[in-house]
């Protein structure tokens, strides 16, 4: 009996130790998940069971206002827990217990800046704290979501041990103000930080972020953390469900962070990694699984570094941790790196297997690095360099996976200042594509509100949203959104345009071509048109500078770009564009009216551009539905822009950058292509290629080009085959909430393409629009234009003949094509007249458009050029190439 008592003794002391390893790993009854607003709870889109949070509130719940949100973003990965949300119009407090006091508390907020009945959203400004610790200060989501175009935001925190039994999150709204949350997570976490990181640069350098260390390690034991990125270098999106130890964690991308051209390689596992000295709650074997190298070329590694960076807030410290895992190597000496973080040494010999002394084994490093405001400096660089120096055999170095966490200061803070509109003009925005941790999918811009705050307290999700532009060291980057207002001609990186010979202003010289081709402003006349840019008519932001609604002439409106006047850089673009949009003039490209440069003045003048970008009338929250047919004429007017740059100039312009976000639409409706920031142009075009830095926006980005880097304008046709894609779907290029194989819109709408199961993602607000001729029409010229190769990408033309045809199918349902009696050719419509023309004709008409008229011919290729079979091939065979 006695036995039988102890036997059962140890079940039950196994059983407990189990239930209290599952509620370690955030699994047990010690993680709590909230849908904040609702009554009953409701199950996310990962089949986790969410609960109501009324009952976790002690001193506001009858005060507290339940409510739902007007409209769905598409954006949202899910209805729980953003659709419902609570409301606070005074001081409210909700009160977790712990399972552990003496154990960090892994903590999220969730925000859906959206309508709610009764509230304006933009009004809402409110802090957050936590066990004594301020999380956010004067924080205004909308404003954040605007500025970063994010459908939502996520805040992650991994709380410092409190020594109490419960945990209060206090919600205090500003003056006549009110605060809200949508979701809550409370999680009991395994040791996640087990020991004290090595310090970086020697010291803290500031007396407020002291944490006393004695030695070469930082205590961050008493530290609370907010999670700024959490990146899966070399692999792909790994999401919250296949997180390890549920922890619900996601890990993005680091494409978007890589510096300049150096990417280097991204391999991937053959060989079984196994957890042995590394508990399994660290990262998932998806991040071991994965890695970027420098590559197989030691001449080339000699001369770079492998390079990340990283948009933070100074004056804080940041702990950075390394995940490594090498399955190539299994000896000593055989890849030697140094690790710099802003350029101090953090690891001065790294040897992946000589610390592991087993090939295929994770393991992690971290490291604490201060960030000095004084020094104007906010960005955290990252940096591998390879030893040639140590007997190393190979010359590479190696990462599979980043972590960078802000470190509360010695004010138990961890909420910054909300940055200002001028702090954003320097951040580049990954293209809309670039992966957003914790913020959600871009979120399209509102005209009335550009700019403003991107929450210092909120750099979480800031941070982790922005690629940026370099203001002091020349850095190249991938993409070109910015916060911009929607109708904006956006500016990346442009080549340079060298000098020319012309009339100068100022620092910048125009050709002679170039300013008898445009407007030249006074500035007098500039600041008249802006009321001397009054703040109120801003109504956009971008990497070269504000954007401002005018009038010119006394009635004529204009969007007017002035440049940062304390920036150095915008020269090249500033040149470029002028020197790019001067000489062309169709009815689908966006016009330069003029420009000036006066006093260290840099402005550009565009048309006003009404009616903001094709995208946000796709899916950004837009309450107008597009029908099915002016979508198709959308892209059929960005088709005649593109196939007038590629055609009808006197060089082929490569655009580089085709997206949603660079087809603008005027008051009419009429499609323009913007952006002429990443443009090639020049005679070596005509050679069928040009080498060049691959550029461009993730998700639209053709991988041919990607791989060769060589630029041909069949890069341009695989992007806007992702636009037509984006138009029939209504989703973005990429997601990265949602599951691996559907987060790139290409592989994904192929995908189903090919198995035939298209119509399951045609957006369903026009599924009924469309007729079955068309829809097969369309995908198939959509299709075409994503081939992997770019000989197997029918021109511009063709696709453009081929999006008139499917306009002409939707426009006759019943099938009845009309038909030449004499010639047999299938007749196509011409949009814009309505009148139904044959193909003889329709060459004729798009021959016309080519043409820039007697004034700028200089532009103009000969009709020798323009060779009618090469174009209009498709006039043959009308189902494309």
Not at 21 to 34: E, F, H, I, R
Not at 605 to 611: A, F, I, N, P
Not at 680 to 705: A, I, R
Request: with cysteine; proline share 4%.
């Amino acid at each position: 009996m006695q036995t039988k008592i102890h036997v059962l003794g140890l079940v039950l002391a196994c059983t407990c130790l189990l239930f209290r390893s599952l509620d370690a790993q955030g699994k047990g009854p010690n993680a709590l998940v909230l849908d904040c607003g609702s009554s009953d709870g409701g199950t996310d889109a990962d089949g986790r069971k969410w609960e109501a949070d009324a009952k976790y509130l002690v001193n506001n719940n009858d005060k507290s206002i339940a409510t739902k949100a007007d409209n769905q973003d598409p954006s949202l990965p899910s209805d729980v827990p953003y659709m419902t949300a609570r409301i606070f119009t005074s001081e409210a407090i909700y009160q977790f217990p712990v399972a552990n006091a003496t154990d960090r508390v892994l903590l999220r907020l969730h925000f859906y800046p959206a309508s709610y009945p009764n509230f304006n959203i933009s009004d809402s400004y409110f802090s957050v704290s936590a066990g004594g610790i301020q999380l956010l200060s004067n924080f205004s989501a909308f404003i954040t979501a605007e500025a970063l175009s994010q459908g939502y935001l996520i805040r992650e925190y991994f709380l410092a041990p409190s020594n109490l039994p419960t945990l209060n999150v206090t919600f205090k709204p500003s003056d006549k103000s009110f605060a809200f949350v949508n979701g809550i997570e409370v999680i009991s976490p395994p040791q996640v930080f087990d020991k004290d990181p090595t310090l970086v640069g020697g010291g803290l350098q500031d007396d407020s972020t002291d944490f006393g260390s004695t030695d070469n390690t930082v205590p961050i034991s008493t530290s609370s953390m907010q999670t700024m990125f959490r990146i899966n270098v070399g692999g792909q999106f790994v999401s919250a469900k296949n997180d390890s130890a549920g922890l619900m964690r996601s890990w993005y991308d680091d494409t978007p962070y890589v510096y300049g051209g150096g990417l280097g390689v991204a391999l991937e596992a053959n060989v079984t990694i196994e957890y042995k000295n590394l508990p399994p709650y660290i990262a998932p074997l998806d991040v071991y699984g994965t890695a970027r190298s420098m590559g197989p070329d030691p001449n080339v590694n000699k001369g770079f570094n492998l390079t990340w960076v990283f948009q933070v807030e100074s004056n804080f410290s940041y702990l950075v941790r390394f995940h490594w895992c090498d399955w190539e190597f299994d000896k000593v000496n055989q890849r030697i790196f140094t690790v710099l973080l802003n350029n101090k040494t953090a690891e001065e010999e790294a040897d992946i297997f000589g610390w592991t002394k087993e090939k295929a084994t994770p393991m992690k490093r971290d490291y604490v690095i201060y960030v000095d405001g004084k020094q104007g400096n906010d960005e955290l660089w990252v940096a591998l360099h390879p030893l040639t120096s140590t007997g190393s055999e190979y010359i590479d170095a190696l990462l599979n996976g980043l972590e960078i966490f802000k470190l509360s200061d010695a004010k138990s803070n961890l909420a910054g200042p909300n940055p200002t509109v001028s702090d954003l003009m320097r951040k580049q925005i990954e293209s809309d594509q670039a992966p957003r941790p914790f913020a959600g999918p871009k979120k399209s811009y509102s005209t009335a509100l550009i700019g403003g705050a991107a929450g210092g307290a909120a750099a979480f999700g800031v941070a982790a949203a922005i690629v940026f532009l370099a203001h002091s060291r020349k850095k190249r980057f991938v993409g070109t959104d910015v916060g911009v207002t929607s109708w904006l001609p956006i500016y990346g990186n442009s080549h340079s345009s060298g000098s020319k010979s012309g009339r100068s202003h100022g620092s910048t010289t125009i050709s002679s071509d170039a300013a008898c081709n445009c407007r030249y402003f006074s500035l007098a006349e500039i600041k008249q048109a802006t009321k001397n840019f009054d703040e109120s008519n801003v109504i956009g932001v971008g990497g070269f500078g504000k954007v401002y609604k005018g009038v010119i002439d006394n009635d004529t409106k204009v969007a007017i770009k002035r440049s940062n006047p304390s920036s150095e850089q915008g020269v090249n673009e500033f040149q470029t564009e002028i020197e790019m949009l001067s000489k062309l003039r169709h009815r689908h490209l966006v016009s330069l009216i003029g420009f000036c440069e006066e006093n260290n003045e840099m402005v550009l003048v565009y048309d006003y551009m009404g009616l903001g970008t094709m995208r946000e009338h796709l899916y950004k929250g837009s309450k107008t539905v597009v029908s099915w047919k002016q979508r198709l004429e959308i892209c059929i007017g960005a088709a005649r822009g593109l196939h007038y740059l590629h055609t009808g100039a006197k060089y082929t312009i490569i655009h580089r950058d085709v997206k949603t976000t660079n087809i603008l639409l005027d008051d009419k409706w009429v499609a323009k292509v913007s952006d002429f920031g990443l443009s090639k142009t020049g005679p070596n075009m005509n050679q069928g290629h040009v080498s060049t830095v691959v550029k461009g926006s993730f998700g639209y980005l053709d991988p041919e080009y990607f791989r060769r880097q060589q630029l041909t304008e069949k890069s341009d046709v695989y992007s806007f085959g992702v636009v037509l894609f984006e138009a029939l779907c209504a989703r973005p290029a990429l997601n990265p909430s949602l599951p691996k194989e559907q987060v790139s819109l290409a592989d994904w709408a192929m995908h189903c393409h090919r198995k035939g199961t298209l119509e399951d993602i045609v957006d369903p607000q026009i599924k009924g629009e469309i007729s079955a001729e068309c829809l097969k029409k369309f995908a198939e010229t959509a299709g075409k234009c994503l081939a992997d190769h770019g000989v197997d990408r029918p021109s511009m033309g063709d696709v453009l003949w081929n999006l008139e045809y499917a306009l002409q199918l939707q426009e006759n349902p019943d099938g009845c094509i009309k038909s030449s009696t004499t010639s047999g050719t299938i007749q196509s419509l011409d949009s814009e007249s309505n009148q139904v023309i044959d193909h003889n004709d329709f060459l004729a008409m798009h021959r016309s458009t080519l043409s820039l008229g007697s004034d700028v011919d200089m532009t103009e290729k000969s009709s020798d050029d323009n060779n009618a079979d090469d174009i209009f091939s498709q006039i043959v065979n009308p189902k494309g190439r």
